[in-house]
């Protein structure tokens, strides 16, 4: 049994000469087992026809929400699918998936849609360079999208360069190994902290901080996909993780969040803390708006508890705890500090010392901090890939007799 089997794809399609190979991998999808329901957008049917996808996936093609006669229910295509592919997504296609622009059924079905995302860009190489093209395609994996690269070689413009659309053959396998990785964390729960925490000062400010919860995000995804049982408290942020195995839980302040974490670490194999938790919370929080007055504020301001100590203090044989530390100066001093204290089974360190690491970048440059004093440093990636290296550490551990 392969295992697509039985998953359930929204196969998208939009205007690209690349669309031809979308047939192939309809078929191939097929082969393995997966239903396909294929997408068009309007100018996709330029390129291939909704006759040879349909006649291929046994499925009619739907490539408007409404007709005079019908209306295609792109909530419940959504809800349906297991994955959502797009090849190949041109960078008008890019565009709309980054700005919530549902002007088709292909975005709409999308915006509505709990499964992952992958897409596989097809375009020639300026427009696949472009800052606004990199940008949307940023913003995509910052929602927790999975970009399919794209391959280098000669374009349909007769350039030759970056911007080909992965063959289908390397989708397959793209998939495969995504669903592949649910098995290592299999039966596993794992309790995650994220995102910043808000500290009200009245009812119109408070006390913050610059995470955006990507970090905790990607790892959370990251567990999912490898089969965990994921409880994810996600402080402010305005992200949403997609994986249907992630339980989120919103709180906006530190004594929301060590509310959720003590109720949930009891019951979990393995706890990461990856967020950013405000130290410090006014002492009181006005109940109405405090006007300005001649002269300056002061406020008062009273310790908040430390969630990552209290976890660590409660932890049980065979619990594992793993921390971050986001140091300034002093890092590795800081961070070895923070591991013993907390109780931490290792600690992440990444510092606001290294450009692309930290606070609200798509990318991070860590190293993971072990009680033994073992120390793995890792180069600057997607924050994606650090989910992954994070994970591959922990389950190093949990392998550890
Ligand atoms: O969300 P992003 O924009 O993607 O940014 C990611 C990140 C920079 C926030 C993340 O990678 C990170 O470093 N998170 C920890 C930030 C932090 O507050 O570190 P710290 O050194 O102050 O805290 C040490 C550890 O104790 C952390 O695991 C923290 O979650 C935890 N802590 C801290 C204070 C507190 N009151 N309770 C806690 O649990």
Not at 93 to 122: H, K, Q
Not at 153 to 163: F, H, I, K, V
Not at 201 to 218: H, Y
Not at 317 to 329: M, R, S
């Amino acid at each position: 049994m392969t295992n697509l089997k039985g998953k359930k794809i929204l196969l998208g399609i939009s205007g690209s000469i690349a669309a031809y190979k979308s047939a192939f991998l309809a078929r191939l999808l097929i082969k393995e087992g997966a239903e396909v329901q294929v997408l068009m957008t309007p100018s996709a049917a330029a390129f291939i026809t909704p006759l040879t996808l349909a006649t291929l996936t046994k499925r009619p093609v739907f490539s408007e929400v409404s007709t005079e006669e019908s209306w295609n229910n792109h909530v419940e295509l959504g809800l349906w699918a297991d994955a959502i592919v797009i090849a190949p997504a041109t960078a008008t296609t890019l565009s709309r998936l980054a700005c919530g622009l549902a002007d088709n059924i292909l975005v709409a079905a999308y915006l509505s849609a709990r499964c992952p995302v992958f897409f596989a860009p097809a375009m020639d190489l300026d427009m696949w360079a472009h800052p606004a093209t990199q940008e949307n395609v940023r913003r995509l994996q910052s929602y927790g999208n999975h970009l399919i690269p794209v391959g280098g070689g000669e374009l349909a413009s007769g350039l030759t360069g970056p911007g080909r659309m992965a063959e289908p053959e390397a989708i397959v396998e793209y998939l495969r190994r995504f669903w592949q990785g649910g098995q290592s964390l299999a039966g596993r729960k794992v309790l995650i902290t994220a995102g910043p925490t808000y500290e009200p000062i009245d009812p119109v400010r408070f006390i913050g901080n610059r995470s955006s919860g990507k970090m905790g995000l990607a790892l959370a995804e990251e567990a999912a996909r490898r089969g965990a049982q994921v409880t994810l408290v996600l402080g402010p942020s305005r992200l949403s993780p997609r994986h249907p195995a992630v339980q989120t839980i919103r709180v906006e302040t530190a004594e929301e969040m060590h509310q959720a974490a003590l109720r949930h670490f009891p019951d979990a194999d393995i706890g990461i803390l990856a967020a950013a938790v405000s130290d410090y919370r006014p002492k009181e929080a006005s109940p109405e708006k405090i006007k300005k007055k001649s002269g300056s504020l002061h406020l008062e301001l009273v310790l908040n508890p430390d969630i990552a100590a209290a976890l660590g203090k409660s932890k049980k044989p065979g619990q594992l705890l793993v921390g971050f530390a986001l140091e300034t100066q002093n890092e590795l001093a800081n961070a070895l500090e923070k591991l013993e204290k907390k109780n931490f089974d290792c600690i992440v360190l990444n510092s606001l010392q290294d450009a692309g690491a930290g606070f609200n970048v798509d990318t991070n440059k860590i190293s993971i901090l072990h009680k033994n004093n073992k120390i793995s440093n890792f180069e600057l990636k997607p924050k994606a890939a650090v989910a992954e290296d994070i994970l591959d550490e922990v389950e190093m551990l949990l392998r550890q007799p």
